[in-house]
């Protein structure tokens, strides 16, 4: 695999600047980012102690301990007895008449947001939440865009010490109800319209038909969307105020897909997101004050938290209302130029797109701000590492992997580290990150599972409602009680970094050979005709063998000839083993909304399950897709 990016001045990162602080503060001599990570694992309490005095967190109650580890992780207590704001950390960079957000939708509106319209607008919804007696521990929920009245919302309920939740406009009236109802939230708040894609929704009746179903609702409070509500001129200065909490008390309550079954509703610390996001966004992605920080996400998503904290480093945080692909590709590239954006966040597949289509957006010269490319979703291919160091030949690539379990990544960045294609560069400090075989053993060169070894203080401190922690435990812990197994394929290579390979659950198994889903779309993405694919294996009835299932989404029609191809380039690229039985042209691939490839609902629609039973509409991006493959089901025999 090729070396493609290292950084010449990365003694001028934070990242490298905390090392020379753990290396002053505790007597060491730490010299290079393999040390400093296995320092961070191996003395947790140093690590995260040293964390916050790097960063200066205010506890308002000082910690009696940092932390006392348990097994299973989630009796582990952090910061014990100490209180906190979010909001109060991630107001430090406020400054009256300066830049907080920049703002761009479809429609054209590109909107600099300034502190003092910020906080004003804060303050407003803060004093209806008020007026709703929202207090500290209450529920406040919103069904908002990727808007700044979003984020004026997030920062008026956090101040009272109350929790946040919030969806997209885009689930559906019966998902929304599946994730708030087991929340009991006082006060809604909701946009009641958008564009996407070109096309206005209007979302009046769906509000209405929210108010009534969840019965703990007091208050609604109502968005356009537009700022003839905001005051982007405002010269007058507001101070929230901001209540501290206990470290372990909740922020807000992320849902996990929801494809089948009731969502989890997955509950996360204030203090333990405040130190991850200051860890991952200012030392992993190297994030300094007065830089433009943007990621492509619904508010839905956990990225959308995770983007937030950019604020805490003093970024701009920059927003785009949306689809990324509307009118054409270019047009988030466009908005990365027109705002000066240095840290560029984005799918997977927009990047692989980008690349076929070879779009004249991304160049150097017309990006010349940018600093990072960060990715996430689904791996990113090798050919999509090369074409965008080629076009960006000064910009890092920072692949993530983590997810809404942490709302945070355990595997990304470094600044002190080279970017190898196709690799992720390094487990992330303080995430004690192992592969294992089938037998618990950790493993190098070659796939297993991933498994943290070690808590951190940003894994979720409950599941709402899950008293005992039954389904906490069997998410995570049931594999084996002493490590947290996360779900993913993974391969850990000591130089180069750490390969993704899927989903663990969607694996395939040729003849007892494992191999992960993320190695065949990566070689797939290489052919033009190629738009998207989604790969299964099936067993046989009366039969220990299996075969595989591969659905494509071709940009010309698929004959025997191209098939055979397909087949020709999957032996060539990554082995016989990885050729499929049948290769089955499909309109479109089945996606949550948060865009994961729905592998194993398709799996269970072979296997006989009807939709119903394997996915839920609303928490689906294009749920007629499953149809046809329910039509193709019918059509086969097993």
Known sequence: MTKIWESKDFKNSNLYQFLSYVNQKHGLALNDYAALHQWSIDKLEDFWMTIALFFDIDFVAKPVKICNIQIPFYKTQWFVNSTLSYSSHLLRHAKPNSVAMIYKNELGDQIKISWNSLLNKASDIKNQL???KVKKGDVVAGYLLNHPDTIASFIATNSLGAIWSCCSPDFGLESIVDRFGQLKPKVLLAHNKYTYGGKPFDQSKKIIALEKRLSSIRK???????????????KSWVDLQPVSVPFEHPIWVLFSSGTTGKPKAITHSTGGILIEQYKSLALHQNLLVGERFFWNTTSGWMMWNYALGSLLCGAVLCLYDGAANFPDL???????????????????PLYIQSMKQNIKEVNAVDLPDLKTLGSTGSPLSTDAFIWLQKKLPKVQIISLSGGTDVCSAFIGGSPMLPVYAGYLQCKMLGAAIESWDVNGNSIENETG????AKPMPSMPIYFWGD?????YYDSYFSNNSNVWTHGDWISIDSKRGILMQGRSDATL???GIRIGTSEIYMALDRLDNIKDSLIIEFPMKESS?????LFIVATNSLNEKSKTEIKQH????????????????????????????MEIPVKKIFSGFSIDKVAAPGAMRNPESLNAFVEIRNKMSF
Do not use: M
């Open 130 to 132: 008020i007026e709703a």
């Open 220 to 234: 609604t409070l109502v968005f356009s969307g537009s700022f003839e509500d905001w005051d982007l001129k405002s």
């Open 330 to 348: 270019g047009a988030q590239w466009r908005f990365a130029k027109a705002a000066k954006i240095n840290h560029f966040g984005n799918g997977a």
């Open 449 to 452: 599972e991933l498994v943290l």
């Open 467 to 471: 008293n005992n922690f039954d389904k």
């Open 509 to 511: 198994n040729r003849n």
């Open 545 to 549: 063998s299996s075969q595989l299932f």
């Open 570 to 597: 999957l032996k060539k690229q990554c082995s016989p083993r990885h050729a499929p039985d049948y290769i089955i042209p499909v309109k479109e691939i089945p996606y949550t909304i948060s865009g994961k490839k």
